[in-house]
């Protein structure tokens, strides 16, 4: 009798001690529900069997913290996508601007400036202010097309250097989590449940998983992170990535294997996260439309050229150019030529040396190359060619938007699904208070009577 | 599904933050009446605009080049006008310088007006207009004649580019209508008439009559020929007009914005606005357990 209301004693400590454990559990969630990356916890509570009595008491058997990894997983992925997206998208906004010419001081406006004062010409060809408007307008546009195209190199630059400060932050978190592994390692086996350092590990992720796209594979050592197709983490050992330029200028990602001297080239795994965004801008939007524009100046300024050539100047002097400009780099170098610089006599109006000053027909013929197709393999003119690229910027700025928005929205989705099985609900909270303050109460009660019973009975004996 | 409230919080959040961004946009388009205001909004729709802007410039600065162009086609017309009409009077002077019953001393004063006509129509010859001496060709920083009445231009049409297939012809010729290249030379001509009346010639005088004769009528080709160029350049000046009009037409049917359509977009999203902010309020104010 005696030994079952002893028993009925430990019963109600053990429970005493439980349904603490429970409300210390509930109190950390709802001191951390506006923590980021926190995960609720769950105390697990199991009958406790004492030898082989019959009745038994409860033992509070730690914590659970509620979380699907395949959810994570999903999670990385999407805010690897959505944030690839996001960089793409807001690297080809200055793009863009370069090519708005809304407010008539674009490239487009320089060319069709520069068309107008050859027809200007052709109705003046020996007034000196005209001649001088012919060079001023040359030089316009290609001072307009120096600076587009360095903006666009300036961007690539920058982008470069972003790429390669990602790449830092990269390895470090890749670090990191390495530490963190072998935190919980030693945690784990020490016999504790190292749920801090756990959450701990999934900000860490999460914030990697925005940088590069990322895979985890759970294993007996703490999870392998994968990144752009190779291993970054392996357990408690980190690898670094790194970038470098290949002969075109492109992007290239490295991995550092341990057992090689050479690291690996992974850049064709590379699918999400920061680093993936701003390859896909420079290396694929302003590479390719740099190159256009090269094409396009280049075509534009040797068409131009190789009709003022036929030309005579005031002087009687012909086979002048107007531009500079070089097969590589074209947009970047363009410059009024040397031979006509700061010289009107020089613009070759007239198609022949008798007819000077008021011979007109090439300033005619310069005149209408604006609506000759010399631009890209002689099959567009000008204007078609620049309104070609300008929709083409905005097409790609386009695309990059509505791309954005989807992943936006399925990023959005499984940061909910996440919350949904993580996140700290205050009402449910509120319940498990209530719970295991009842049932704390409970147990206090059963205290009080079993010590009365053993009262009642020492009083008796 | 379990709803914790940080999904409320972000939900609240990410909805207010779409409805004013839409918002924002939707006032932008009321309020410069643009549907695209950047080459995303509608990439074709921008390659169009641009292709647009630069017919329109193109258009708007060949105008000025016909104007420019007529201008001085009207001037060389009513020049060659004043100078059919001096020549009319040379033709009188030469009439009455044929006639028997004259003196020597009529005669001479003939002689005088004659020269004096002749100083007059060297003047004509010799105008400018916009682009230079128009009579002297393409060499148009020299005067057509010199003092004696040589030809120093040239007969080298001018053309400028005022859209359509070919450039057009815009220079009158000082070569076809006072000299011996469109048929009689004008200058040697008033001269030897003026020779023949200062020596009491009569017979001279009446040879140069049918010289002059032919004066006046290549004087007057090339009158018509240059009234023909300035109504060329008028209706070429006219059309680009048209053009214009029209191609400002399409400019605002491919970018601007309905106004109406803007406007009541703009409405219905502020009402939305509104709307979305109330039920936020709400939400955030929320119902929960805590409180009792």
Redesign the interface.
Known sequence: MAASLTQLLNTARDSLSAQTYGLGVTGQNLAN??TPGYVRREALLETRALGTQTTGSVVANGIRRVTDEFLERRQFESTGLNSAASEHDSR?ESL??L????SGTGL??S???L??S???L??????PTTRRNVLAAADAFAERSRDTATVIAQSRTDLLKDAQSTTTQINESARAIARLNSQILAAEAQGGDAADLKDQRKQVMLGLASLVDVRTIASGSGIVVQASGTTLVDGVEARQLSIDLDSDGKMRVFAARNDEATPTEVTKFLTGGKLAGIKEARDVDLFETAKKLDEFVFDVATSINQQHQLGFGTDGVDGRDLFDVNTVDAARTVRVSVDVFNRPEAIAA?G?A????????N??AL??L?TAPVVFGNSRT???S???L??????R??AA?KMLESREAIA?QL???N???S??????E??NLTKFQRAYEASARVLTTADQLLQELIQRV | MRVTDSMRYLDVRRNLTRIQRENAKAAETASTGLRVTKPSDDPIASAELARLRASLSTASTQRQVAQTAQSDADLAESTLAQATELLGRARELAMQGSNDSLSADDRSALANETRSIRTQLLGLANARGAKGYLFSGSLTSTAAFDSNGLFQGDDVAQSVDVGGSTPTEVSASGAMAFTAAGGRDLFADLDSLANALGADNRAGAAAALDNLDQNQRQITNERSRIGLIANKLESSGNLLSQLDLDLNKRQTGVGAADPFEAYSKMTSLGQSLERAITVSRQMLDGNNAWQR
Request: charged share 20%.
């Open positions: 529900v506006n080809l863009e601007a090519f708005n010419d809304v487009g406006n060319l069709d400036n068309y107008n050859f027809t200007q052709s109705a003046n060809p020996a007034d007239s022949s008798t007819t000077l000053p008021g011979g007109s027909d300033a005619v005149s209408r604006s000008a204007a078609q620049y309104g070609d300008v929709g083409d910027v905005g097409q700025k386009s938007e959005a940061d909910a699904m919350e949904a099985m996140g700290v609900s205050l009402d449910e509120f319940v």
